[in-house]
């Protein structure tokens, strides 16, 4: 930890980890239950707005804070990390390209922990390809007026506000346009939620805009800078979808190392025989790669430097290092690892999102490969 401060914020992160969250998990991933007291629990906390200027509400801590937050909430509760770092990116596009009078209007609700923010950039047709998107914004007399459809939404319908990226002209990726949209505005919908195969108290959604309305004060950044404000905050989210990896590969890790020194075959623990042992070892490798290549990232974006590679690196690194090290926990307990009486099942089930979303790894890949290689 670079501060004492920061140091007491992980405890207290472990905290409210061990107290609020731990004893609820099993029970509300079972019923798919949206945990909005838990994200109250966090905000009060401080910890939905700590990378973000003192001044508005945020705790301004530096990026490897964040993340290490970040990570300690997803080795308890995947879902409610996902949320947490969806949620900062929310707030991204107003505390980096707003003006004074948006951020002074806008981030204070933002950073309180009252709200909760969606983040809406994907579209049905249009998902790693985010300049092909249609969802429109019109102009009118007082503000715009928005129609279209995201879809992939985490928050949806649970939201206070949503983070809108459409377009205002037919100028390809110039043509986008960043907006906040209040969460009870006119014309506002939401489909019913995916019915997915983890994360089940990360409610995702199609999220529907019939003509609605938003003020002209909405408009983040420039028109038509829709794209740069997006490519911006993914490189900061895919940090917090790295970190969230992270956390949940250490979970598997020690669920796996504990059930290896309790579990007895052949009249020994089973952590006894090198091949099991060997396995153990490899998932520890990959776990503290992983965190190192954040961390890197991280230290990088608190350093003013560029860090948009290495964001991809971590994010492709830490997200297939938390599908495989959940695999093979899975294997270290066999039959057990398989049902529902262990966890390990289910951090299998999340971690095989980490691959797709924020960007899928073959688009890391893409990403990292032209930057070393563009001439």
Not at 208 to 230: C, N
Not at 235 to 251: H, K, P, V
Not at 299 to 313: M, N, P, Q
Not at 331 to 360: H, N, S, W
């Amino acid at each position: 930890m670079p501060t004492d401060e920061a140091a007491d914020l992980i405890e207290l992160t472990r905290e409210i980890c061990r107290k609020d969250l731990a004893p609820k998990v099993d029970d509300a991933e079972r019923a798919r239950a949206f945990p909005e007291e838990t994200f109250r629990t966090l905000g009060r906390a401080g910890l939905l707005s700590l990378p973000y200027p003192e001044e508005f509400g945020g705790a301004e801590q530096p990026y490897e804070v964040y993340l290490q937050v970040i990570e300690e909430i997803a080795s308890v509760w995947m879902s409610v990390a996902v949320g947490v770092s969806v949620h900062g990116l929310t707030a991204y596009p107003v505390a980096t390209f707003g003006t004074r009078e948006q951020q002074e209007a806008l981030l204070p609700g933002m950073l309180s922990g009252d709200q909760l923010g969606a983040y809406c950039l994907s579209e049905p047709l249009a998902g790693s390809d985010i300049a092909s998107m249609t969802t429109r914004a019109t102009r009118t007399d007082d503000g715009w007026t928005l129609k279209g459809t995201k879809a992939w939404i985490s928050h949806a319908g649970h939201a206070d506000y949503y983070t809108t990226f459409a377009r205002t002209s037919d100028d390809g990726g110039k043509g986008l346009s960043t907006f906040i949209v209040p969460g009870d505005a006119p014309g506002l919908s939401f489909a019913e939620p995916e019915r997915k195969m983890g994360l089940h108290c990360d409610p995702v959604a199609q999220v529907m805009f019939d003509g609605v309305p938003v003020d002209g004060a909405r408009l983040i950044g420039r028109e038509g800078d829709g794209m740069k404000t997006a490519l911006s905050a993914l490189d900061a989210g895919r940090l917090g979808i790295a970190a969230a990896a992270t956390g949940l590969a250490q979970a598997a890790l020690d669920a796996a190392a504990s059930y290896a020194k309790e579990r007895q075959q052949f009249g020994r623990p089973i952590a006894d025989f090198q091949g099991l042992a060997f396995l153990v070892a490899d998932m520890e490798a990959a776990v503290t790669a992983a965190r190192a290549t954040y961390l890197h990232a991280a230290r990088l974006k608190d350093a003013g430097r560029a860090f948009g590679k290495e964001a991809a690196v971590a994010k492709l690194v830490a997200t297939d290092a938390a599908m495989k090290v959940t695999t093979d926990a899975v294997q270290v307990l066999g039959g057990a690892g398989y049902t529902e009486d262990f966890p390990l099942e289910r951090y299998m089930r999340e971690a095989k999102v980490t691959q797709i979303f924020e960007g899928t790894n073959q688009i890391q890949r893409l990403v990292i490969s032209r930057q070393l290689l563009t001439r």
